[in-house]
C-alpha cells in the first residue's frame, strides 16, 4: 500500500496542507520545507490519485471564470474553449464567461475582485495592460484559485501559466515579410495599442529588427488606437495625411478591416492619374474579413498565432489541473507564427 499525504506530514514535520501545497506548487512553503518534502514525496513514490479526484469533483460542482476583454481575437479564443468544455461536461464544471470593454482596465480589475470573493475553482484571463489588472489577478493567486494566462502576457508571478502566441518572433517574422514585398526599401507607418502587452511585444520586437537587420527601413510614425471601429479609422486616416511617403504599414493589433477601410478612402481621395500606391500592409490572424482583404490585395501578409488553439489549450490545462491534479510542465506554452498571404489564405 502506497503512503499516504498524511504520513508525508508526519514524516516532514508539518500539515498535510503545507504538502498539498508543495504537491501543487503553490506558494506560502519555505524553500527548505519545500525541498525536504519534494525529497519525501520522491523518496515514497507518493502519487495522488486522479480517478479518486476526479470521481469527487461528478458528485459536487465547480464554477470556472473565463475573463476577456472585447478585442478582435475574443470569439475565436472562445470559440476554442467551448471544444474543451464539452469535453469536460460530466464533470459538473460551469464555466462563466465575463465580457470586459476592450481598454477598460478598471472593469477587468473589479470583475476579478470580484471573482476573488466568490466561490470560484479557478480562472482563464486575457489580460488588459494596467497594474491595477495585475494586482487583482495576484489576488487571486494569493487566495489560491489557480490562473491561467492567455493571449497576451502578464508580469505576476505564481499563475499555472500562459498560453499565447510567441509575440518576440512574430515581430521579427513580420518584419521579413516587410521586406519581401517592398524590395527592401520602405517607409513604414506602425498601428499598435496599449491595452495589452503583447501588442507592444510585437511593435518593439519588430522595431528592435527594423532597426538591426533593415537599413533601408524608415518607420515614419507610430499611432496607438483605442482598438474601436471609430478610433482606428481616425488614427489610420490622420497617419497617412501626415506622412504620404508611407508605403507600408505594420498592424499589431485588431481592428484591421478599419484600418484597411481608411487606406482605402485615402487613396480615393486622389484623382486616379495622382493615386498613391496600395501600401503593403502586415497584421496578425486569419478571421474572414483579413482573408478577404487578403484576396483583394489589401493585406500582403497576416500572421496567424493559432487563437482557437490558445483557447482549447489554456481551458484543457485548467480542467486538468483541477480535475486530475496535472501541473502544467512549462510556465510558458508558445504557439508558433504561421504565415498567410492571397495564395494560401
Not at 14 to 32: L, M, Y
Request: glycine fraction near 6%; hydrophobic fraction near 35%.
Amino acid at each position: 500500500m502506497g503512503v499516504t499525504l498524511q504520513q508525508i506530514a508526519e514524516m516532514a514535520d508539518t500539515t498535510k496542507s503545507t504538502v498539498d501545497k508543495v504537491i501543487h506548487n503553490r506558494p506560502g512553503v519555505s524553500e527548505k520545507k519545500r525541498a525536504q518534502i519534494r525529497q519525501l514525496l520522491k523518496e515514497h513514490g507518493y502519487e495522488a490519485n486522479p480517478l479518486a479526484k476526479a470521481l469527487n469533483y461528478q458528485k459536487r460542482k465547480m464554477k470556472i471564470a473565463v475573463v476577456l476583454p472585447g478585442v478582435t481575437a475574443t470569439p475565436w479564443i472562445r470559440s476554442g474553449m467551448e471544444v474543451v468544455r464539452q469535453d469536460f461536461q460530466s464533470f459538473n464544471i460551469q464555466t462563466e464567461f465575463y465580457d470586459i470593454g476592450p481598454s477598460d482596465a478598471e472593469g477587468q480589475a473589479a470583475c476579478l475582485r470580484r471573482l476573488s470573493g466568490e466561490n470560484v475553482a479557478g480562472a482563464i484571463i486575457m489580460p488588459i495592460r494596467a497594474e491595477i489588472v495585475a494586482d487583482a489577478v495576484r489576488e487571486l493567486i494569493s487566495r489560491k484559485i489557480p490562473v491561467v494566462i492567455v493571449n497576451s502576457e502578464l508580469p505576476v508571478d505564481g499563475s499555472l501559466c500562459y498560453v499565447g502566441q510567441n509575440m518576440q518572433q512574430s515581430g521579427i517574422v513580420a518584419a521579413r515579410m516587410m521586406d519581401l514585398f517592398t524590395d527592401g526599401r520602405a517607409d513604414i507607418g506602425v498601428i499598435s495599442c496599449h491595452n495589452m502587452i503583447g501588442h507592444e511585444q510585437r511593435e518593439q520586437s519588430f522595431k528592435n529588427c527594423v532597426s538591426t537587420d533593415y537599413p533601408s527601413f524608415r518607420v515614419t510614425d507610430t499611432k496607438y488606437i483605442l482598438e474601436t471601429p471609430e478610433d482606428a479609422y481616425a488614427e489610420t486616416m490622420e497617419l497617412l495625411r501626415q506622412n504620404p511617403e508611407t508605403n507600408a504599414l505594420f498592424i499589431t493589433c485588431g481592428c484591421v478591416e478599419d484600418i484597411c477601410r481608411a487606406v482605402r478612402d485615402y487613396r480615393q481621395s486622389f484623382p486616379e492619374n495622382n493615386r498613391p500606391a496600395q501600401p503593403a500592409v502586415v497584421c496578425y490572424e486569419k478571421y474572414d474579413e483579413i482573408r478577404d482583404l487578403l484576396r483583394s490585395g489589401e493585406i500582403a501578409c497576416t500572421l496567424t498565432g493559432s487563437l482557437s488553439k490558445q483557447g482549447r489549450f489554456s481551458m484543457r490545462v485548467l480542467f486538468e489541473y483541477l480535475v486530475y491534479d496535472r501541473i502544467p510542465d512549462q510556465k510558458a506554452f508558445y504557439f508558433s507564427n504561421k504565415i498567410m498571404i492571397r495564395e494560401n489564405c
